[in-house]
């Protein structure tokens, strides 16, 4: 008996079919899990610390753990190392001889223009700071807590599109080895398409609601209608094509 082909050509190979398939589950199960902790364990925190800073007042009297706290600093070092990150540090000097070394996400203006021996302004929330300044502007560090949650809920979405699409397809092909080997079924490609878009679509909305300044909320508000549009999309009835045929019970041509 000669060996089915797969849909590249070559022949069917059974063993190394399941060995893939057990690959490509066993990496999508550690991505799912890998969203969900995203989307369970860590945006609640990061949600809420957007939320306290959000509603954090100047400091008045003994500083308290919620509130904002301006200090000056001189500037030590200015560190803009050029390459992938596009990150920023800064060494900062107080009065008092205490010293910290807030970093940055990204190279601004104010990186750009800042040296040794400057005087600037940090806003501290919780102890860290958050916001460097001086006379003409200043800069988010990147311990600044508005915005983690638009990137946690982007980030642990398409975590979770990709790991589900990578173990819904390894049981697809487990559980018809022959015909997926030949081509994908409907399903699949189906499922391959609304997990890309949606992936697509998180990304694109943090980043457009990020730069207006909005928030979660707001990222909820209209992911919830399409991720509704995905699932009905794959779970609607498809009616078959005139002239198909299952060549195999169970098995999707």
């Not at 400091?59 to 000056?72: D, I, M, V």
């Not at 092909?173 to 949606?198: F, G, I, K, Q």
Request: aromatic residues 8%; charged residues 20%.
């Amino acid at each position: 008996m000669t060996q089915a082909a797969s849909r590249h050509g070559k022949p069917y190979d059974p063993r190394r079919r399941r060995l893939q398939n057990a690959t490509v589950g066993l990496a999508g199960l550690v991505v799912l899990l890998v969203g969900v902790v995203l989307l369970i364990g860590v945006l609640p925190t990061v949600a809420a610390e957007e939320r306290a800073f959000l509603a954090a007042s100047a400091c008045r009297g003994p500083e308290t753990r919620n509130c904002l706290r301006t200090a000056s600093f001189t500037v030590e070092t200015v560190a803009l190392p050029r390459g992938k990150s596009e990150s920023g540090r800064v060494r900062v000097v107080s009065p008092q001889g205490g010293d910290a070394h807030p970093q940055f996400n990204g190279i601004g203006p104010f990186l750009e223009r800042i040296r040794a021996g400057d005087r600037v302004t940090a806003t501290l929330w919780r102890g860290r700071i958050v916001v460097l300044a001086d006379d003409e502007g200043g800069q988010r560090t990147a311990a600044h807590p508005v915005g983690d949650p638009l990137f946690c809920a982007a980030f642990g979405i398409t975590l979770v599109l990709a790991g589900g699409l990578g173990t819904y397809a390894a049981w697809r092909w487990t559980r018809h080895p022959e015909s997926s080997a030949r081509r994908h079924p409907a399903a699949l490609v189906r499922a391959t398409w609304t997990a890309t878009l949606l992936g697509v679509y998180a990304f694109a909305l943090m980043a457009v609601l990020h730069d207006r300044g909005l928030h979660l909320g707001s990222f909820l508000t209209l992911w919830t209608p399409a991720c509704c549009a995905g699932l009905t999309y794959l779970v609607w009835p498809r009616r078959a094509t005139p002239g198909t045929r299952h060549v195999a019970r169970g098995h999707e041509i």
